[in-house]
């Protein structure tokens, strides 16, 4: 870690179905190798190599609308991310491409869950040689629903 870096260790996202909840982020974020690494009734820790960086935890007043924005190495997984959470019932929020506005390699994909929480996978990786490129480019998130 840098000199002076502050690094996230953990967020907890309020969710009132707990259980819907939790099997759309298990097929999500379990896309980009993230797995349930600890669980209780009202609550589950999501993450990779044991960590347990995403929470989700019941609460029935929660209102959603939060925006969660999670860091990938590589571009493949902001596509595989995205096609796990439309197919989860995930609506598209923004599909993966290019974000110029947000910075020259700032790559993402945007998808509500079913409590308005946009989740968002973002890649700042340049594309390796000879790989193609995801067009349109997007400048920002659009909402619409991805056909079945």
């Known amino acids: 870690m840098k000199k002076g870096a502050v690094e ?17 982020y298990e097929a999500a974020l379990g896309a980009i ?18 960590e347990k960086i995403f929470w989700l935890v019941r609460d029935r007043k ?20 995205y096609d796990a959470a439309i197919d989860a ?3 598209d929020n ?8 947000y910075g020259p390699s700032y790559f993402a994909a945007f998808v509500k869950d079913g ?12 594309p390796r ?3 193609p ?6 400048t920002r998130p659009r909402t619409r629903r991805r056909p079945s």
């Open 33 to 50: 190798g993230m797995t349930v690494n600890m669980e209780f009734d009202d609550a589950c820790g999501l993450g990779a190599n044991g």
């Open 8 to 24: 996230l260790d953990h967020i907890s996202v309020p969710v009132r179905r707990f259980r819907e909840a939790r099997r759309f």
């Open 133 to 138: 490129v995801k067009r349109p480019v997007v």
């Open 129 to 131: 040689r000879g790989a």
């Open 62 to 81: 929660a209102s959603g609308g939060g925006h969660y924005a999670l860091r990938v190495a590589r571009r493949e997984q902001v596509q595989a991310f």
């Open 89 to 91: 019932g995930g609506t």
């Open 94 to 101: 923004g599909p993966p491409g290019l974000r110029p506005s």
């Open 115 to 126: 409590e308005r929480n946009n989740i968002e996978i973002v890649c700042y990786t340049k």
